[in-house]
């Protein structure tokens, strides 16, 4: 197995095993679920009380620069952790690295549906995998030669594993608590 394959595998173990299975079924309420209050979500364009709502379509991101993101951050919802892995963990860097057409944060098309959202991130997960795989070993010793990024290759991709790996978790504990929320009193020690 070369380098890019086992690179390939580390993620695509995880999607297999755990972070796809654990998305299927899931439904458009708990896609927007909002656990607490001021989440931040996808929503209907024109109704985002977020300082930015990014997109192109009929859906938008909540969102802020940098400098002013509310503290504490506002937690977020499944549709905004899926779309946050779709557009900011996969879609710009398969468009940096492997081609096709680039992503943008603004002018991206978010999905206003959890099924569109999952047809959206087996797609990019798709061309990610695919591009991971084709790399050689000089690919992944040097810097991408596009892109903001400068490290090598295999830091990138390795950066993508872990950011897929930990969003997927977040997302998979957001889809037990919506499942347990029966009203039970906590038990206190």
Known sequence: ??????LAEQLDWYWRKN?????????DEEYF??????????????????????GSGEWTLDHASPDLVPTPAPVTTIAWRLAHIIVSC?????GWYFGGQDVDSRTFPYAGTADEALKQ???????WNAGVRR?????????????PERFPM??????VNRELIHHGAEISLLRDLYRRQDGAVPHRI
């Open 19 to 27: 972070l796809r299975p654990r998305l299927d079924g899931l439904t």
């Open 121 to 127: 991130l087996d797609e990019m997960y798709g061309r």
């Open 33 to 54: 679920w909002e656990p607490v209050r001021d989440c931040w979500s996808i929503r209907p364009r024109g109704t985002s009380a977020a300082p930015t709502a990014e």
């Open 1 to 6: 197995m070369t380098r890019s394959e086992r």
């Open 154 to 159: 295999e830091n990138r991709v390795l950066h």
């Open 135 to 147: 790399l050689s070993d000089a690919d992944l010793d040097d810097p991408p030669a596009v892109g």
């Open 90 to 94: 996969l879609g710009y860097r398969v």
